[in-house]
Structure formats: structure tokens, C-alpha cells
Nanobody, 120 residues
Framework: QVQLVESGGGLVQAGGSLRLSCAAS????????MGWYRQAPGKRRELVAT???????NYADSVKGRFTISRDYAKNTVYLQMHSLKPEDTAVYYC??????????????WGQGTQVTVSS
């Protein structure tokens, strides 16, 4: 089993910044990918950003140039630094981790979600 603990959500004015964190623990031998997704009310969950390595990241077009995903390999933690936030960024943000344990079992684990609200 893999556990994820998310933190960093909150209420911010448009143009402001927030930093989300997600720490993974449990039965982890290696982490293949980490990422952030979000779901706004009445909408489907969508990809925000993923990271496989420092040189291999992927962003939704709507957040490119404003959000930065990074990873602390020693702490099994992924971060999402968000700048120039817009009201349309308001959503519940979910962390996702794809990992493998010592016997080769693969896990695709989701965090509990953290609310980000951007006021206009």
C-alpha cells in the first residue's frame, strides 16, 4: 500500500500564488511518475502536470508558464508551484503517484484532494 499526504491548498486572490505538496510513503521501491490533476465542480478531472524526471515534465496548456512541477526524490514528494492564479484554476487538486514495490507490484495511488479557490 502507498499513502499520499497532500497539503498547501487554500483561498487566494487572482494573481496570487500557492504551493501544493504531496508526500508518498509506504511500500515504495521506485516511483515512475508523479503528477497533479484537478476537478472543478461539474467538470471532469483533468491533468495539470506530471513529472517523470527533471527533464521529463508535462503541463496542460492552460497552466504552461504559470505552474511548475518539481520532485524531491529523497523525500518521495512532488510539488506544484502555482503563480498568476486565475479564478478558472479553482478546483480540487489531486496528487497521483505511480510506483512499484519490492516484489514488483505496481500501484496507481490518488491523494485525498486539496481545495484551491481563486477569488476574482
Amino acid at each position: 500500500q502507498v499513502q499520499l499526504v497532500e497539503s498547501g491548498g487554500g483561498l487566494v486572490q487572482a494573481g496570487g500564488s500557492l504551493r501544493l505538496s504531496c508526500a508518498a510513503s509506504g511500500s515504495i521501491l521506485s516511483i515512475n511518475a508523479m503528477g497533479w490533476y484537478r476537478q472543478a465542480p461539474g467538470k471532469r478531472r483533468e491533468l495539470v502536470a506530471t513529472i517523470i524526471s527533471d527533464a521529463n515534465t508535462n503541463y496542460a496548456d492552460s497552466v504552461k508558464g504559470r505552474f511548475t512541477i518539481s520532485r524531491d526524490y529523497a523525500k518521495n514528494t512532488v510539488y506544484l508551484q502555482m503563480h498568476s492564479l486565475k479564478p478558472e484554476d479553482t478546483a480540487v487538486y489531486y496528487c497521483n503517484v505511480k510506483s512499484r514495490n519490492v516484489v514488483g507490484l505496481r500501484y496507481d495511488t490518488w491523494g485525498q484532494g486539496t481545495q484551491v479557490t481563486v477569488s476574482s
